[in-house]
């Protein structure tokens, strides 16, 4: 298996336009995770996925963001419209229930 | 309700010393317990973890770590630092919906 697929890797974008993350969990894997990391606030839970239902979005710092899992094998976490302070590494992370989180590369967004 | 601290956001150490990074936990019920690290620019990679079974749990790379209840810690030791062990170390609790709840990382410098 390839592991937890993100793209892209690193996203520069303008203030005030939609920034769409996309992962493709392990296949298999029934929760699905996505991260932000900072260094102020390290490394934050923003909203978790279970057999494709989010559970937990109470991470989600506010409505700009929103986060989608049409199907087992595809996420979303749209930011829309950025602001600078959203710049950070969003990890997405896939799980089969109580076992290890495997995590994917990380794309590293950049608003300007 | 769970959290974790980990003490100290750097540690430095010699190549060939001993490698102890703290980590401290609170939560409501049994925990499970992890260690993850992060080389630069990658995602998080499981080192080892604690689900209850033996207190001493054993990871890669020659990592281990003990699960102390009376002391509710879990720190990370390696008998002998590496070159290649510098990274960004990070403890996390979690427990049932497997939601693991990181520590602020600890960086780990090694010298030559």
């Known amino acids: 298996d390839a592991g937890v697929i993100q793209s892209p890797r690193h996203e520069v974008t303008e203030m005030g336009q939609e920034v769409t993350l996309r992962c493709k969990p392990i296949?298999?894997?029934?929760?699905l995770f996505w991260y932000r990391q900072t260094m102020m606030r390290g490394l934050e839970l923003l909203i978790y996925?279970?057999?494709?239902?989010?559970?937990?979005d109470s991470g989600m710092p506010e409505d700009r963001f929103s986060a989608k899992m049409p199907n087992a094998s595809f996420s979303t976490l749209k930011i829309q419209p950025s602001e600078p302070r959203d710049s950070a590494v969003y990890f997405c992370a896939s799980s089969l229930t109580l076992t290890e989180a495997f995590f994917g590369q990380g794309t590293r967004l950049t608003v300007v | 309700a769970q959290s974790v601290t980990q003490l100290g956001s750097h540690v430095s150490v010699s190549e060939g010393a001993l490698v102890l990074l703290r980590c401290n936990y609170s939560s409501s019920v049994p925990p499970y317990l992890f260690w993850y690290v992060q080389y630069p620019n990658q995602g998080l990679q499981l080192l080892l973890k604690y689900t209850s079974a033996a207190t001493l749990v054993k990871g890669i790379n020659g990592f281990e770590a003990e699960f102390k209840k009376s002391e509710t810690s879990f720190h990370l030791t390696k008998p002998s630092a590496h070159m290649s062990d510098a990274a960004e170390y990070f403890c996390?609790?979690?427990?049932?919906?497997?939601?693991?709840?990181f520590g602020r990382g600890t960086s780990l410098i090694v010298h030559p």
């Open positions: 996390a609790v979690g427990k049932g919906s497997y939601i693991p709840t």
């Open positions: 996925f279970n057999n494709n239902v989010p559970i937990d």
């Open positions: 296949s298999g894997h029934n929760s």
